[in-house]
């Protein structure tokens, strides 16, 4: 049994990797946040009030910690000090194994609101301290919004928008042709490898989970099969993505074009690393998350 502190946990991938951990019943978990959140705290774990602008408070909150995971936001102003400072915090403190906030696929060169990852991704790699980075795809949880059953797990805490695909609207927008594939994988199932994997001996630099992996001509395929549904779809070729990107856009419509620009160009299509390891963890297919979220029987 090791201490595992989750940073900013108390939501989304955070909190499914929270109840993974203590579903396994191996570890003991605790949250670190910068107020009381009080829905975590009907899980009864520990919660440890930070202030991520200081290192010897993260310090003295991190004593007797041996795995650091950070699930902090990237929206923040200040998320990439925080996270740095986490990982200083975690250095002085002893702590033996560190995963920075990544989450998705190394799509930093091309998607700005992930340029700030790679600060931190560079620093974990010169820490001294184990670490690994888990890259999992899109979130399937992204084609919950409005779905017709059991939202709340469909959607897993996801708040934002659909991305490219709005079930609820008929529509999509496919970069490229459609045929380039793309891993998507459930909050969920990202809990549960992150979980398995705190007994691995040792971490691999990068820790890749495939929920599922297909294209998104084959999504529109199973969304016409499983739902009926004939998704009106428009195409953007990557040229008329990087043409756009030349234009003036808020940051969410930067980051909505940037992303569908690096699944056009395949960074977010790998192999997975953990899969095997952990043959008992079979994780949702996006075939079995429209059949259980976007069909009535
Ligand atoms: N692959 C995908 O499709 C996908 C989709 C969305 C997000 N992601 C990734 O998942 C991770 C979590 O993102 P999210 O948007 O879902 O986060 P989130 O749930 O909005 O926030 C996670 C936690 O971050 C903490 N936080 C927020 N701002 C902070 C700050 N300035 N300093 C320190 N802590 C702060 C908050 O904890 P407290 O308030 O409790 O401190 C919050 O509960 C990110 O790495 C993101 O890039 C991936």
């Not at 998705?104 to 790679?118: G, M, N, P, R």
């Not at 992150?194 to 007994?199: I, K, R, T």
Request: hydrophobic share 40%.
């Amino acid at each position: 049994m090791v201490v595992i502190a989750i940073a900013g946990g108390a939501t989304r991938v955070g909190l499914h990797i929270i109840k993974a951990i203590l579903n396994a019943k191996k570890h003991k978990v605790i949250l670190l946040s910068r107020s009381n959140q009080l829905d975590v705290a009907k899980l009864e774990i520990d919660i440890r009030i930070v202030d991520y602008g200081s290192t010897q408070e993260l310090k003295r909150a991190l004593e007797g910690v041996h795995t650091v995971i950070s699930c902090i936001s990237p929206y923040g102003t200040d998320s990439t000090s925080a996270e740095l400072n986490l990982l200083q915090g975690a250095k002085e403190a002893g702590v033996v194994r560190f995963v920075p906030s990544e989450w998705a696929a190394d799509c930093h060169d091309i998607v700005d609101l992930y340029s700030q990852k790679e600060i931190v991704w560079q620093a974990v790699q010169s820490s001294g301290l184990e670490y690994t980075r888990f890259i999992n795809g899109l979130w399937m949880n992204v084609w919950g919004p409005g779905c017709i059953k059991d939202e709340k797990e469909a959607l897993a805490g996801y708040e934002g928008p659909a991305f490219a695909i709005d079930l609820r609207a008929g529509t999509a927008t496919f970069p490229g042709d459609g045929s380039q594939k793309v891993v998507l994988t459930t909050i969920q199932d990202i809990g549960r490898f992150v979980a398995a994997s705190l007994d691995l001996p040792k971490w691999q630099p990068e820790s890749r989970i495939v929920g599922d992996r297909l294209s998104f001509n084959d999504v529109a395929h199973l969304v016409k099969e499983i739902c009926g549904l004939d998704l009106r779809i428009t195409h953007v070729p990557s040229e008329e993505l990087l043409a756009t990107l030349e234009d003036e856009h808020s940051a969410s419509e930067r980051f909505y074009y940037q992303l569908l620009l690096s699944i056009a160009i395949g960074r977010l299509d790998f192999e997975s690393t953990l899969n095997d390891m952990f043959p008992d963890i079979r994780p949702l297919s996006v075939a079995e998350y429209l059949k259980r979220h976007w069909t009535s029987t």
